[in-house]
């Protein structure tokens, strides 16, 4: 329970912090798509080294990958929520992980658009 009367401690602060990065690491590890994510974080951001983008460029696609990250940490949390309070089949459910899965897919399909915006231009130019 929340204890109105707790005070600040930077213990405290970086316990919080190690549940934080114990949720990405797990979302990495048990969720195949975003071993996808990563490969397309990785990939997106050497392209983005090697062409030399601008930095209003690189403020961009880092938010961009961001947001993709976002969308699957809620929509695995959301899964794990859904697992844990209706385990048999309910077809609410599968309607609330589609809806999860589908914000996922529009950020990365959002991501892939801003991904040709910003790296066409540069690719034409070194093949032109």
Same mark, same amino acid.
């Given at each position: ?18 549940? @934080?990065?114990?949720?990405? !690491? +797990? ?9 996808? /994510?990563? #490969?397309?974080?990785? =990939? ?28 699957? @940490?809620?929509?695995?949390? !959301? +899964? ?9 089949? /309910?077809? #609410?459910?599968?309607? =609330? ?32």
């Amino acid at each position: 329970m929340y204890d109105s009367e707790e005070t600040f401690s930077i213990g405290g602060r970086v316990r919080s912090m190690q549940h @934080a990065f114990d949720g990405v !690491f +797990e979302m990495v590890r048990g969720q195949h798509n975003a071993w996808i /994510h990563l #490969l397309a974080t990785v =990939c997106t951001v050497t392209l983005a080294a090697f062409l030399g983008v601008s930095r209003v460029e690189w403020c961009i696609l880092v938010l961009t990958i961001v947001s993709v990250w976002v969308a699957e @940490a809620l929509n695995t949390a !959301f +899964e794990l929520l859904c697992d844990i309070a209706s385990p048999d089949f /309910h077809p #609410l459910v599968k309607q =609330c992980k589609d809806v999860a899965a589908g914000a996922v897919l529009l950020s990365a399909v959002g991501a892939v658009v801003i991904g040709m915006i910003i790296f066409l231009p540069y690719l034409l130019a070194l093949s032109g």
